[in-house]
């Protein structure tokens, strides 16, 4: 199969590159805005250059990991956050469905949150957001099912990675530089390893494992855990002792946008429609902090 990656300078995209230098049996393709020798030139927001790009490589599968990602910012910059978690997922989708292609997204939490949870969602719930980023990003999928394409989307959460700016990233510099800190404990969900994504990602093309499960599904590392949580640990398995971390709540600082308070994502359909077993978030973090170490 010509498989196309979108957004493959970012961390989802990065983490496809490497799985596919490790065992790819497919021919990868992976674009970004950005070019680069490895990278070939593709905007996803222009329908006609993703069109021409599908013929011109005959590509059966597309991996979207391209999206507009900075939250805060969305709240003023709605146009442009909805031509690419939206419009551009259609793009794609409409450029499957042509050719009878499956198209694989990547959507967020933050399609939830706008109510009060206290247990993890499902798939089949519905969408509450409480920003532009978490709506722009549930019209993604809206505007991908009513293409009739077939999709798999999977709704991540807390991404971080080696690769690009991440929590894990801001979290080892400010715990290695401030004497303290404190972080919010008052919103909840569960971090997620960009390669574990990946992986599945991987597995689920790789071996075929998609005949047949068009859907929604959730994926993240298995856990729960607060911002708050998710820097002690940082610190702890970078080995950093001198930084105080406290606990606050999210009004202590002030965000052009409300975040939500519960996005835990129930992972019970991914597990048993694939076959997976998931990392515990620790464990993957740990991982991951070994590897920046080591770069
Ligand atoms: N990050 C998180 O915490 C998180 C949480 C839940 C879900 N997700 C979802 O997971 C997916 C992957 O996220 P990520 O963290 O890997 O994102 P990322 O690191 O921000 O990467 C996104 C990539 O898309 C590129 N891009 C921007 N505009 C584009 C365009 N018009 N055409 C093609 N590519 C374009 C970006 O380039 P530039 O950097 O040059 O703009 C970047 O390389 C996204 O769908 C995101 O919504 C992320």
Redesign the pocket.
Known sequence: MNILV?????????EMRVLSKEHGKHQYFF????EADDTYL?????KAAVSAFVEAHSIDLIV???????VDKAETDQALCE???AQ?PENLAVAMKEVGGLLI??????VFGGDPYNTPCREDQKGTPTGV?GLT?LHGEQRILATGVNHIII???????E?????VKTMLNLTATRPQLKVVFDQVGTP?Y?YD?AEVIYDIIENRKYEGKTGIYHFSNEGVCSWYDFTKMIAAYSGQTSCDIQPCHSNEFPSPVKRPAYSVLDKTKIKESFGITIPYWTDSLKKCINNLKSI
């Open positions: 979108t957004g493959s300078n970012g961390q989802g995209g990065n674009t970004d805005v950005v593709l905007d996803i927001t222009d979207n990991c391209a999206a507009y990602t900075n031509l690419l978690n551009a997204h990547i959507s967020t939490d933050y980023y990003k709704r991540t959460a807390w991404l971080y990675s690769f690009g700016k991440n929590f997620t960009a994504l």
